[in-house]
């Protein structure tokens, strides 16, 4: 069998959201908003939880956590992307592409594992209170963050290895915003059918091992609230859950509507306005969604919004 004449390529082109000028300028506008408020809404909310002493607990402990993913996954992902209205060709180098593609996959994978990590500790604290502090013990904690952390880089390790070990010698335009595995499966002259294998069997072993760990936690609560005889901590223990039903509801939603519906009215189209909701407004979402709907972060940060003042020489306000 005669071998192909390859030359294997060493720079992608990005082609972004849109070609159209018109729609370039407001469109980075509009993003560098959303970066920004991203940045500052996950770094704030971790100087927040470090900084007040009523946050020491580990319901904080997860959502400092997800705010650092969320952080780093914006930052993979969006300066990149603003490239894209700013330049003629957003040309990323090869290396350049795989480490986006491995950093992309450990902070997404992160995420989805951080939110059952997440569900686990509301369904002890909910459903065994007397136990909360014995059973979320600080060594638990990290290790509920810790082996999502070294799942996600290990299967974004192989993942990426897998990816880039093909070869790219026909066209080296990526049809998207940022290096992502099926749109760079669609340039490769190598056979993908293993690695489309692997990709199935690693996000479907993923998803459903942390939606059943939300689904199940979620049911207890469930349980457990409605059998409880006050009217206020049915509706204490339900305020404690709402932030993270909601941020699991929008970030599962979303990869499901993404992944999961039939090949047949899959667009990329669709496809890149999916991935812009969960990788770059889903994690400015989070803050808002935790810090809004969370008594104890409000208190917080109007706290350190006051020292901030005050260290300013402002005079002193009544809290």
């Not at 407001?26 to 002493?53: E, H, K, Q």
């Not at 909701?277 to 969604?289: D, Q």
Request: net charge positive; proline share 3%.
């Amino acid at each position: 069998m005669a071998q192909i004449n390859c030359t294997q390529v060493t720079e992608f082109i990005l082609l972004g959201l849109t070609d159209r000028q018109e729609l370039k300028m407001p469109l980075f506008v509009v993003f560098v908003s959303v970066y920004l408020f991203t940045v500052v809404g996950n770094l704030g909310l971790m100087l927040v939880i470090r900084t007040d002493a009523r946050l020491n607990t580990p319901m904080y402990f997860f959502l400092s956590n997800l705010a650092f993913v969320d952080f780093c996954y914006a930052s993979v992902i969006t300066p990149k992307m603003l490239g894209n209205f700013l330049f003629k060709q957003n040309v990323i180098s090869f290396n350049a592409c795989a480490v986006q593609l491995g950093c992309f996959l450990t902070f997404m994978v992160s995420e989805c594992l951080l939110l059952a990590s997440m569900a686990y500790d509301r369904y002890v604290a909910i459903c065994n209170p007397l136990l909360y502090m014995v059973s979320m013990s600080p060594a638990i904690c990290i290790q509920l963050v810790a082996v999502p952390y070294s799942y996600s880089f290990l299967m974004a390790l192989f993942h990426t290895i897998l990816t880039f070990r093909l070869s790219y010698c026909h066209s080296n335009v990526i049809n998207h915003f940022y290096c992502d595995d099926m749109p760079l499966l669609r340039l490769t002259c190598s056979d993908t059918h293993s690695k489309q294998l692997w990709i199935f069997a690693c996000a479907g072993i993923t998803f459903i091992s942390s939606v059943l760990i939300v689904f199940v936690s979620y049911m207890f609560i469930i349980s457990s609230i409605l059998r409880m005889h006050s009217a206020e901590g049915r509706h204490k223990a339900f305020s404690t859950c709402s932030s993270h039903m909601l941020a699991v509801t929008i970030f599962y939603g979303t990869l499901i509507f993404m992944y999961l519906q039939p090949s047949s009215n899959h667009s990329l189209d669709t496809d890149k306005m999916a991935s812009v909701f969960y990788t770059v407004f889903i994690p400015m979402l989070n803050p808002l969604i935790y810090s809004l709907r969370n008594k104890e972060v409000k208190e917080a940060l109007k706290k350190v919004i006051i020292n901030r003042i005050q260290a300013f020489g402002f005079p002193k306000f009544k809290t």
